[in-house]
């Protein structure tokens, strides 16, 4: 067995990432720290990349062993989590994934329905991935299968680094407390680095996913 194939490979991988993190906070200066994990910087355009990589990834490996539909809905999503890095969401001013978007006048007739479709898109997408991938999931993850375990890694780093990203202003929003310069240096490379793994955390569950299946043909 090699160390891709464990089925606590992906929860490996992100334990580092969170010490490559913790490190990057205490042995960085906070101007390179911050010009390093900001929007527009290099671990922001990293993660976009691997985004990308990853959609390409999902439509191009081993074609035989994941279905076409499955596929596709992996690329629409990982291109959607890319354009939603790159605040593509914001694209008509206002972030459509906002209640403000729909229920005020500041967005046009015109640009909501547009957002209603592209919606609408990415919801079918998940909606297919969901009918043709999720029952076998949640049985391959009840028998810890590596890929299965890798992805629901992927949704507890999705929802640590959603909660990272917010921690911090839902506090000051809440008791108007402001968080000094040695914390945010802690936490912005947290969620930074979490988001960057995102997209790898795809592409290992996929490797994994084939090569599982390229073992069972072998065997029999």
Known sequence: MNLLSHR??????????????LLSSFLLDYD??????????FIETL???FYLVAAL????????????????????LMLAMLA????LHKIFGMSMLKIKFWLTDQSTVCHKILAALILLFLIFALYTLIRHSAKRWLSD??????YAVTLFIF???LIMSKLIDRSVNM???????????????????????????LPLLIIVAIIQYVNNNKMKVNIE
């Open 8 to 21: 606590y490979f992906s929860l490996s991988i992100t334990l580092l990432t969170c010490l490559l993190a």
């Open 171 to 197: 506090v000051h929003e809440i008791t108007g407390w402001m968080a000094p310069t040695w914390l945010i240096a802690i936490q912005l490379p947290q969620e930074e680095y979490l988001e960057c793994l």
């Open 47 to 49: 993660t976009l990349l």
């Open 141 to 146: 993850l009840k028998q810890g299968q590596n």
């Open 84 to 87: 939603r890095e790159a605040d």
């Open 155 to 157: 949704f507890i780093v």
């Open 57 to 76: 990834f999902a439509l191009c490996y081993p074609l035989k062993i994941i279905r076409l539909p499955s596929r596709i809905a992996i690329a629409i």
């Open 32 to 41: 390179v720290l911050f010009r390093f994990v900001d929007e527009g910087g």
